[in-house]
């Protein structure tokens, strides 16, 4: 059986070399097929079954089959695998350029003259040879062609069709006794283009031409009957069938049926797939709308429509909305909220005060006590152990209260904490400086070291003098009002970082701004009925852009005491306007703003009304009229202190007698 199978071996090879012989003249440069770009690669069975004469009419077949191919790095590569129980490669796609050097490597293979190992050669094929290392190139079609005399000794079917699956087209050749079904499972559809079992000469004659053919170039797909439903994509000597996105072909590889990806889930819609021939789209369910990525989808949010009418909040649902009241309120009905007040409706546990907000709650003590620890319950206090009380000298306690003294000589100033030498040292003062473009930047700093140096000279404090700052030009500006800063220090690091603000010069919005706000109680003035001086202070270094007339007059009548002080293109007219009477004690103005210190040392805001401007008037402390005062001042504290003492003696009897009563 062996011998026959050699025989039909070296029949096979014999009669291709036959039909190549006749079929063409030699091949010389003017014959070669032009078949476009190929890596082909021969898969020879060297087997032991294959006898040496018989090899060597397949490496002669092999040979004549070159010889007629247009052989190139840029033409047709060639590569050389021979297997039995192991595969060797003779030479790569990549290893020689030309036909000579070919030939010359085919003559010197030595068979490898062992079993029949095809799937493992196959394999090797795929891995090993039509790879970009071994000279396969991209886009330039695989060509395998197997030449096997038996059955193979392994599986083949699996590899096959995963070589098929990376593009490579497989011609398989059988000789003699060779498996058809083996053949079959190894080769290209279709079968009758791609599986050969060479018999008789006819079928050799039908293989060498067939195959010559297909790589020269025919386009099957134009030049046969391919019946492909959709689409005849070809290769070299071969075509197959493909179908239109959405299609899968049939088992006859040639016609297409459509696929139904929402049935088969082949789609990335997250709520409703609908399906069309072939494709689909997406939809969302009702109370949700379609995303801009046609595949997801999002809730309605019936808030953002803006006619909800929720008092507070809208918290959107499916298909619709409800209103929600922020914490410390409670829905009246479905849109409206009520703040909730425990403290009236009784749901409090303080035993004197009640702090309601928004249904929450804090209890305090009335003035005189302390809350506990607790935070319900309050205990009786010393005030003036356990509270900023403000004294400047000397705070003494009363129940429920207290009250300031002075030192020996001193006064308690009106606003009952502070002392001093006379009522008038306290004042509020609000300074309007001129930051239009005409002072400059340099100019005005020293503008704002005027403003420092007039604040060195006041008892800056919270109970003594408060000092709010204001710039104006073609607008007006709070810089800080008068309850901002307590003390000289932290208004003078204040006025050195204001901004300098350019334009124009709006001298009787600046005064009206001082009347309606800056000497408002909201910005730290103090009550009208305290009789705290109020005055102000206007800084200009040119003419108004507005008229000043009403609102000068106004601030003067409102009891405001205004000082006017100009500098270079000042109007004096407007100033003397600003200024109250006496002129010669409120205005003031000089050429250069490298004087302006001088004015600062002369101006005194912050004293008695006897020591202000022009001649001081001193009084001799040993005159008659001033001993008279300083006794009239000691009786009156005299008579408040011997009250008090008054009250406490009673206050003590009562608690004596309660003791004594108990016993």
Known sequence: MMRMKMSALCGFVLTTLLVLASARPKAGPEQKCKSGPVDLVFLIDSSRSVRPHEFETMRKFMIDI???????????????????????????????????????????????????????????????????????????????????????????????AEARGKGIEIYAVGVARADMASLRAMASPPFEDHVFLVESFDLIHQFGLQFQDKLCGVDLCLESEHSCEHICESSPGSFHCLCLPGYT??????????????????????????????????????????????????????????????????????????????????????????????CAEGKDDCEQICVSARGVFTCDCNEGFKLNEDRKTCTN?????????????????????????????QLLQEDGRSCGSCKSANIDLVLLIDGSKSVRPQNFELVKKFVNQVVDSLDVSAQGTRVGLVQYSSRVRTEFPLNRHHTADEIKAAVMKVDYMEKGTMTGLALKHMLETSFSEAEGARPADRNIPRVGL?????????????FAKKAKEAGITMYAVGVGKAVEDELREIASEPLEKHFYYTTDFSAISTIAENLKLNVCPAESQGKIEVKDPCACE???????????????????????????EQLENQLLSRK
């Open 66 to 160: 070159l010889s007629t191919l247009d052989i190139g790095l840029n033409a047709t590569r060639v590569g050389v695998v021979q297997y039995s129980s192991q595969v060797r490669s003779e030479f790569s796609l990549k290893t020689h350029p030309g036909l000579d050097a070919m030939v010359k490597g085919i003559n010197e293979i030595i068979p490898l003259a062992q079993g029949t190992m095809t799937g493992l050669a196959i394999k090797y094929v795929m891995n090993s040879a039509f790879i970009d290392e071994e000279g396969d190139r991209p886009k330039v079609p695989n060509v395998a062609v197997i030449v096997t005399d038996g059955r193979p000794q392994d599986r083949v079917a699996e590899v096959a």
């Open 249 to 342: 072909l049939r088992e006859d590889g040639k016609t297409c049926a459509a696929i139904d990806l929402c049935a088969e889930e082949r789609h990335d819609c997250e709520q409703i797939c609908v399906t069309s021939p072939g494709s689909f789209t997406c939809d969302c369910n009702k109370g949700f709308k379609l995303d801009e990525d046609k595949k997801s989808c999002t809730m309605i949010d019936y808030c953002s429509f803006g006619n909800h009418s929720c008092d507070h909040e809208c918290e959107g649902v499916l298909n619709g909305y409800f209103c929600r009241c922020h914490q410390g309120y409670r829905l009246l009905d479905a849109k409206r909220c009520e703040a909730i007040d425990l």
């Open 381 to 409: 206090m010393d005030l003036c152990s356990s509270v900023q009380h403000g004294c400047e000298h000397q705070c003494v306690s009363t129940p429920g209260s207290f009250y300031c003294v002075c030192p020996e000589g």
């Open 538 to 550: 206007v800084f200009t270094d040119g003419r108004s852009q507005d008229d000043i007339t009403e």
């Open 626 to 652: 001033s001993l008279v005062e300083f006794q009239q001042a000691t009786m009156s504290s005299l008579e408040q202190l011997t009250s008090k003492l008054s009250a406490m003696t009673a206050r003590l």
